[in-house]
């Protein structure tokens, strides 16, 4: 894959903003829809409101963080659009792996939509309850955007077992990515955060270094991304058609695989060993097979 040129239609970049999801879905629903084609993308330097899963607070420090949102129209079945949090988060550890190569770390996903470093050894960094050693350096977020239906009509998303013909036609997505850049240990907000700054992947001080850092991450994401788009679109969407090599690959990126887990669902709280996505987490336990389609993953310490 070539990383020259500029993996994105168009890219606005704004200093401060709430939130670019709320931006970016405002926009597609108005009349300025049209100005936000596919692999478009609205970037905030600073933002005030950034949410995450499950609507929650995406805190960032003013400066030190990458925070984009890419408008994406794939051409890919309604029903398989579930496979989008994982594929984003396989585009955005290829990217963010080559900062941290040799530095001790690999870079992971973990299932349902985060992006992780995992110490290369036990004793690089101090273990945290659920998580080990196991570091969240980035996010995603993916949305599914209707249209307003105009008076007497109703937005319909391409029918389920087909998909759209063009990109006029395809469902919108909006895609949150938050990468934590230049963030020392204090600025993180929970034990089990890191960055590519406390993962030793950048070496100066400064805004402008963390800058210059976030601006290479941003293309190495945004070509990634197309690269992984493309792939999902040869399969019509089906991780696992043809060759499989886009299944296999996302399985093996996936840190949550063959690991006992704890799951709060919405529904209560599963347990097992994670063994496949679907893109459900598959759980293994004494009753069975069970997947769970949402929910915060903790690992379990097995003993005996």
Request: proline share 7%.
């Amino acid at each position: 894959m070539s990383t020259s040129g500029v993996p994105f239609s168009r890219l606005v970049t704004v200093p401060v903003t709430g939130s670019t999801q709320d931006d970016l879905r405002s926009a597609l629903r108005g009349p300025e829809a049209e100005a936000w084609p596919h692999l478009s993308a609205l970037r905030a330097l600073r933002q005030t409101a950034g949410r995450g899963r499950s609507g929650r607070a995406w805190v960032t420090p003013d400066d030190g963080a990458l925070l984009v949102s890419v408008v994406l129209r794939p051409l890919v079945p309604a029903r398989l659009l579930t496979w989008m949090p994982l594929l984003a988060g396989l585009a955005v550890r290829d990217a963010l792996e080559p900062f941290v190569r040799g530095r001790g770390w690999r870079v992971g996903t973990k299932w349902p939509n985060d992006v992780v470093a995992v110490p290369e050894s036990s004793t690089v960094v101090a273990p945290v309850p659920g998580w080990a050693g196991t570091r969240k350096i980035a996010g995603v977020l993916s949305e599914l955007v209707t249209p307003e239906p105009s008076e007497g009509c109703t937005a319909q998303l391409p029918v389920a077992d087909e998909g759209p013909a063009g990109r006029d036609e395809a469902p919108m997505v909006i895609l949150g990515i938050g990468v934590n850049i230049g963030q020392e240990v204090d600025d993180l907000p929970v034990a089990w955060a890191g960055s590519l700054r406390t993962l030793g992947a950048v070496d100066a001080d400064g805004d402008s270094a963390h800058a210059a850092v976030a601006e290479v991450a941003l293309n190495a994401i945004g070509h990634q991304l197309v690269r992984r788009l493309e792939q999902w679109e040869e399969v019509c969407g089906d991780v696992d058609a043809g060759d499989g090599v886009l299944g296999r690959e996302l399985r093996a990126a996936l840190t949550t695989l063959g690991q006992h887990v704890s799951v709060q669902a919405p529904d209560g709280e599963l347990s097992g060993l994670a063994v496949d996505v679907t893109p459900a987490l598959v759980l293994r336990n004494q009753a069975g097979d069970t997947e769970v389609r949402a929910g915060d993953v903790t690992l379990v310490r097995v003993t005996g």
